[in-house]
């Protein structure tokens, strides 16, 4: 006697589950590497593997595959969005002489930019500032070693000063950075505190270009005579014991 029952259908396609898809060991690195770049833009790097595994749609072991723990991943994170994105040719850009200061250091800041002042690498430089101050460290000391002296040393020749080769000082590096930090913080309020910047990068860029040279003549060499007086061919001056 045939059976009453009525016969199962199968589940529609949309209700089956998709195959994983396999990837070649290179893309999955990429893929599991450019994820964790979002996640900690995202979250910090106080989120988790075991959830940034699940964004991924993979297992945390998977994951650990290509990364043996955390902090390797951290580690790639931030070879790639901070020291994967140095231009070295930023230095002889600088040192171009044969265009003004002034139109190097736009060309430059609209290259910088480009590079760096990005979501992700904003907003990664900002929670490794909270919780590993080591990777900030790290990158300021790749700018303060290879950018700085070099910018210091264009700005006292813009100033009509010496061609010294005397050291650059704290003093003349801490000048400059308030041109590089004043400019650096356009990016932080437009993609950390999500402030609308309604005028054009480029144009405020070469405004603050052009206050920074005018003060410049007119204090970098008070600044030299005073903390790098060698750099005028001048004799040292011996400085105060700093206080404790």
Known sequence: MPSSRTPKRPPPASARAKPKLRLAPGDRERQILDGAIAYFSEVGFSGQTRELAKRLDITQPLLYRYFPNKQALVERVYQTVFEGRWNPEWIPLLQDR???????????????????YRPEWIRIYMYAGLSDPVLNRRYIQLVRKQLMPVY?????????LPDSEA?????????????????FYMAMRE???????????????????????????????????????EALGRPPVARAASRR
């Open 152 to 160: 210091c040393r264009e700005v006292r020749h813009a100033c009509g």
């Open 167 to 183: 050291e650059v000082v704290e003093e003349e590096i801490e000048f400059v950075w308030n041109l590089h930090g004043g400019i």
């Open 98 to 116: 044969s265009t003004p200061l002034r139109d190097r250091l736009v060309e430059f800041y609209r290259q910088y930019a480009q590079a760096t």
């Open 191 to 229: 993609h950390v505190y999500k402030t609308r910047i309604n005028v054009d990068f480029l144009t405020q860029v070469g405004f603050a270009v052009d206050n920074f040279l005018a003060g410049a003549r007119t204090t970098y060499p008070q600044l030299l005579a005073r903390f790098a007086p």
